[in-house]
């Protein structure tokens, strides 16, 4: 069973590094400074108004008359508005208001300097009370007021969606915050995958299947489809829901996870049957032979058996119409589908005298007609299908 551990183990971390690269954050907290002195000037100055914001302009058009500046302030702000204090808040406004050059919040700015964002998680200092409030409240805006001798201070906070806040040019680390760790469970998978536990040699002379062809490509075909069906869901959550939570039961993402993730669980069976070929060879000796398969090894003595026939090693029917099933709600996997279901594989099935019968997969493994060469030099009833199947083929 080491071939299997190995194979779900590694796609296992795989999971874990694809899980650390694609989570999103399901909301992101930008800041950005708010100079009252500019926006009352451009909501009276009407060339001006089109580059105020839509909340500035909607403020001007209320205004019968100009205002003083403090009256026009209470009006913006009426509703949504947060009067915050204390060594926390006055450097997070020292950072936020300072040139976007000498800010010490440069790390958290977004790709727009022309009026720059910066952007924190929810569950950093000092914002968890307020974004509580404004969650209960649903609102996904409010100035931020700081009191100060020279006068009140004001920044702009907006809780966004990780689609939003990649579009605002977010730092990664900030909508992302395990991609930087996405590394290690990869190299990991890498390590496990290669090494661990150790793989077993097949004696010299014995049957095997072909490396590449058999497990390796498949494993790996098998190991980047399940990866990107289980990644789906992290981009599609954002995208499609506006939030990072793929199991989400109130908007029904869990519903469309579900779906795709069960996509990867059926292209994680490949590893299954890679693994049966890899772990998979056959020693014919003198008077008996020697067979390992996924579940362990097991000396036959030919005297034991009282004839071989064919056995049907194709996919299982529930197999098959699952892929049909999965092909509904995508073409792509109309031709994964047709591949399986055409799929003949077959194997040699042993009567043992007094024990059930001994089944192991035999198509397309290279030197198979020795089978049949030991079969009839020892005397074992083979059946004419399995004759016909080990019998070499004749070259033109």
Known sequence: MRELYRRFGALLLLFAATASFALAR??????????????????????????????????????????????????????????????????????????????????????????????????????????DRMTLADQRFRFLKLPSPSGPRFAGMTIQGPADADGSGAPSWIVRPFRRYAAAPLLLALVVYAVFPPRRRAPAGALVYPKWSSWILPDLVGSIVSCFFFALPFFLAPAIFGGGEVLNVSSGMIIVTLIVWLMAAIFALILYFSARYASFSLELLPGAMMLRVLGGERMIPYAAIESAGIADYRPPRWLRTLLFIASLGSWRMLGHALLVSSRSDWGIELRIRGETPIRFLCSNLPGAERILEAFKRERVEVSPELESALAPEEKE
């Open 26 to 131: 399901d909301r992101v907290i930008s800041i950005h400074a708010v100079e009252m002195g500019d926006e009352y000037r451009s909501a009276y100055r009407p060339v001006r108004a089109l580059t105020a914001s839509s909340a500035m302009r909607s403020a001007s058009r209320s205004f019968k008359r100009a205002v003083p500046i403090p009256e026009f302030i209470d009006e913006l702000t009426e509703g949504r508005v947060e009067t915050v204090g204390g060594s926390e808040w006055e450097d997070l406004f020292a950072g936020v208001l300072a040139t976007p050059g000498s800010s010490p919040l440069v790390d958290r700015m977004g790709r727009d300097q022309s009026r720059p964002f910066y952007f924190f998680s929810p569950e950093e200092a000092p914002f968890p009370e307020i974004f």
